[in-house]
Every structure is written in C-alpha cells, then in structure tokens.
C-alpha cells in the first residue's frame, strides 16, 4: 500500500570524492593487479595497464562533472542541480539499481546527456534512502 507521507520533497546527496575515491580503489586495483601478474608479453600488459589507467581517468574527471544534488517533489519529478547552481530536469530511468548497501541511478537530461550516480548509505541519509527504495519499488519515481 502506498503512504502519503514518502511523497513529500527530498534531496539526494551523492558521497564525497574521498569516498569515491577509495570504492574506486577497491574495484580498479584488482584489476591493475591482474594485469601486473599475468603471463604475457610485457607490451601486452604495458598496453592493458594503459588502457586501465586512462578507465580510471575518465572515471576521475566525471566525478567533477557529477550533479551535487539530486532533488524529487511529487508532480515534479527530479531536478539535478550541480555546484554552480545550474539545474535541469531529469527522468529516472530503468537502469537504476538498488541493493542493500547502494543505490545506483541513472537520470536522462532533456538533452539527451545520461547521468549516474551513487549513493551510499549513512551521512545522515538513511531514512531519505529508505524512501527512495519505496518510491522505486512503488513506480512512482518520475513524479
């Protein structure tokens, strides 16, 4: 059954780049060292570990173009608003994950520019996390 009381405004706010910065860690690292460590030519893994390195810092430079809020209202649905206080409307798209420990949402921007971002639990947003789950699972995340 739906509540009225998950349809009053929020805001999402994505974590800090330190933040990223380490879950970057964690799933890139493994990879450096699968490169390092595998039984070919030293050119082979020259080229796979650059090929890495410049994955890495494509990942690094969207992080300084990410939204640094993402703010839903029933009927208006959401609005990304980046640090120089710049906003646009966007739609929630089906490729949005949530899991337990994550959310991972994707927004499509009237001009056809995709937006992902993701959300870690803690920071004092839990309870606007837990609505977020309910708005997805309910289908109303689009207004």
Do not use: Y
């Not at 405004?9 to 990223?20: D, H, I, N, Q, S």
């Not at 799933?27 to 060292?33: E, H, I, K, N, Q």
């Not at 208006?76 to 120089?84: C, K, N, P, T």
């Not at 337990?100 to 959300?119: A, D, E, M, N």
Request: hydrophobic share 50%; proline share 8%; charged share 20%.
């Amino acid at each position: 059954m739906w509540s009225k009381r998950f349809e009053r405004p929020f805001a999402l706010r994505p974590p800090e780049p330190g933040v990223l910065a380490a879950l970057a860690a964690v799933t890139w690292l493994p990879a450096f060292l699968l490169v390092i460590h595998a039984p070919t030519p030293d050119a082979v893994r020259g080229l796979l570990a650059l090929c890495l390195a410049g994955a890495v810092a494509l990942e690094i430079r969207e992080w300084r173009r990410r939204p640094a809020t993402a703010s839903w209202a029933p009927g208006r649905g959401w609005i990304l608003e980046w640090a120089d206080g710049t906003q646009w409307p966007a739609r929630l798209l089906d490729t949005s994950r949530v899991f337990p420990w994550l959310l991972v949402l994707r927004w499509s921007l009237g001009s056809g520019r995709r937006v992902s971002l993701l959300f870690l639990p803690g920071r004092g947003q839990g309870t606007t996390l837990r609505r977020m789950r309910v708005l997805l699972r309910h289908g109303r995340a689009n207004g």
